[in-house]
């Protein structure tokens, strides 16, 4: 995925090039490399059914019957998120010069993207067609990051992160999506070494041996190192692991609350694969335990099982910081320096809002009630004389706003234009919008 296959040997685990399997194997990367027309699917011809997220009706990748949730729970999810949107600064929705589109690109990197373009998704509508419009545009987005950060270049696993951005927004947000993932939620995963993937297994460890010590301590035994069943996990997102309908969920909860929930879906996985005995005894040998973690049960990874099972665990992100640091200490003590220096993660959409505040543009002084024709407001030097002489009589409903409340009026008492909590939504706070 970063360098050429030979000098790095990136088959290894942990490598950037890893997930895509080596040339010759059937991995989920190569599976159906073949397909990548609309007449090849189709016999040559035909309309083409697809399931509500655009994945084609009968493909592995398309889901079975789907629970109902019910209309009203859509909207009020839906109505939420947008008021919640609405309050955070549009970071990713700022303008830039377009130069990174222009330029030509490395053609180191050029020729690894072009590679991995059919791999992606290659059921869903967008991105069937080879040389179609979802591929041209994952290969922009992909082209201009390596450009923007050409230290860093190109990593395999931030083709299927692009790809879902480019499912649910135009192709230039999709690609400061990217960046921001890269940046501030998952600083470090995508550098040539990955540090940051390895330091975050060590992590997980860890708070595996506290929420699910019966699967800690298997996985112990067998001597399993975190990175051969988590790397895929983390630097997708899940995107290459969950059915869609959760994938999507946890990508929400992912952007409000940042890395924890990462974290989160990775234990309830790991708990419920592995944290019991009666799990435990079809999974005696490392081969065993590898093949059950590739092929997790669906019934956990179903959407409404997995929401509140991501909700009801107690990791916080002061867990998730105070073991980097043991964790950091250890690395260091046993390997050195990181090589790899990433800025500190920020932990959700408020975090980041708050790192960067966003100039906003000042408010039109112009009232937004219309007077009838004839009728103004009382000089401002009779503010408070007509305050006095008005207390006590009811304003008629259509009658004008008094310029000293117009601006209260869209406050609540003691509310403030910004968020003053320095903590990142709370499971608890946002509960009611994620199920």
């Given at each position: 995925m970063a360098k050429s296959r030979g000098v790095n040997g990136l088959d290894a685990p942990g490598s950037r090039e890893s997930l895509a399997g080596a040339p010759g194997e059937a991995g989920p990367g190569d599976e159906l490399s073949s397909l990548g027309s609309d007449s090849e699917i189709n016999g040559g011809g035909g309309e083409r059914r697809v399931d509500k997220f655009g994945f084609i009706v009968g493909s592995q990748s398309a889901e079975g019957p789907l629970e109902e949730v019910p209309l009203e729970v859509l909207r009020q999810r839906e109505s939420k998120w947008l008021d919640m949107l609405n309050n955070w600064d549009?970071?990713?929705?700022?303008?830039?010069?377009?130069?990174?589109?222009?330029?030509?690109?490395?053609?180191?990197?050029?020729?690894?993207?072009?590679?991995?373009?059919?791999?992606?998704?290659?059921?869903?509508?967008?991105?069937?067609?080879?040389?179609?419009?979802?591929?041209?545009?994952?290969?922009?987005?992909?082209?201009?990051?390596?450009?923007?950060?050409?230290?860093?270049?190109?990593?395999?696993?931030?083709?299927?992160?692009?790809?879902?951005?480019?499912?649910?927004?135009?192709?230039?947000?999709?690609?400061?999506?990217?960046?921001?993932?890269?940046?501030?939620y998952l600083p470090g995963y995508y550098s040539e070494k990955l540090e940051a993937i390895q330091l975050d297994g060590e992590i997980l460890f860890s708070l595996l041996h506290r929420f699910a010590p019966m699967a800690y301590k298997h996985l112990s035994k067998q001597k399993i190192d975190p990175i051969l069943y988590m790397t895929e996990w983390f630097m997708c997102a899940f995107?290459?692991?969950?059915?869609?309908?959760?994938?999507?969920?946890?990508?929400?909860?992912?952007?409000?609350?940042?890395?924890?929930?990462?974290?989160?879906?990775?234990?309830?996985?790991?708990?419920?694969?592995?944290?019991?005995?009666?799990?435990?005894?079809?999974?005696?040998?490392?081969?065993?335990t590898m093949e059950r973690l590739r092929a997790l049960n669906p019934k956990i990874m179903q959407e409404a099982f997995l929401v509140q099972e991501i909700i009801e665990?107690?990791?916080?992100?002061?867990?998730?910081e105070r073991e980097h640091l043991i964790q950091l200490k250890k690395w260091?003590?046993?390997?050195?320096?990181?090589?790899?220096?990433?800025?500190?993660?920020?932990?959700?959409?408020?975090?980041?809002?708050?790192?960067?505040?966003?100039?906003?543009?000042?408010?039109?002084?112009?009232?937004?009630?219309?007077?009838?024709?004839?009728?103004?407001?009382?000089?401002?030097?009779?503010?408070?004389?007509?305050?006095?002489?008005?207390?006590?009589?009811?304003?008629?409903?259509?009658?004008?706003?008094?310029?000293?409340?117009?601006?209260?009026?869209?406050?609540?008492?003691?509310?403030?234009?910004?968020?003053?909590?320095?903590?990142?939504?709370?499971?608890?706070e946002s509960e009611d919008t994620y199920l």
């Open positions: 549009k970071w990713m929705a700022k303008k830039h010069k377009k130069e990174l589109d222009l330029s030509a690109g490395d053609p180191k990197w050029l020729d690894v993207i072009e590679r991995d373009l059919h791999r992606q998704f290659p059921f869903h509508e967008m991105f069937v067609s080879r040389g179609g419009h979802g591929q041209q545009d994952l290969f922009r987005v992909l082209k201009a990051y390596t450009l923007y950060r050409p230290e860093e270049g190109y990593c395999q696993a931030q083709a299927p992160v692009a790809a879902v951005l480019l499912m649910h927004m135009p192709v230039e947000q999709a690609f400061w999506c990217l960046v921001q993932i890269c940046e501030k995107s290459r692991t969950l059915p869609w309908s959760s994938v999507l969920r946890v990508w929400d909860m992912f952007f409000c609350e940042g890395v924890k929930i990462l974290f989160r879906v990775g234990l309830v996985l790991l708990k419920h694969t592995l944290g019991s005995s009666e799990k435990l005894k079809s999974c005696q040998g490392q081969y065993e665990l107690p990791v916080t992100e002061r867990h998730i260091k003590e046993t390997r050195g320096e990181l090589q790899c220096r990433s800025p500190p993660r920020l932990h959700g959409a408020k975090a980041i809002s708050d790192s960067e505040p966003h100039s906003r543009k000042a408010l039109d002084p112009s009232p937004s009630i219309i007077l009838p024709p004839g009728q103004a407001l009382p000089p401002k030097g009779r503010k408070n004389k007509d305050k006095k002489r008005d207390q006590g009589k009811v304003r008629p409903a259509n009658g004008p706003i008094p310029e000293e409340t117009r601006d209260q009026a869209f406050v609540e008492p003691g509310a403030s234009p910004h968020h003053q909590s320095k903590d990142s939504l709370s499971s608890r």
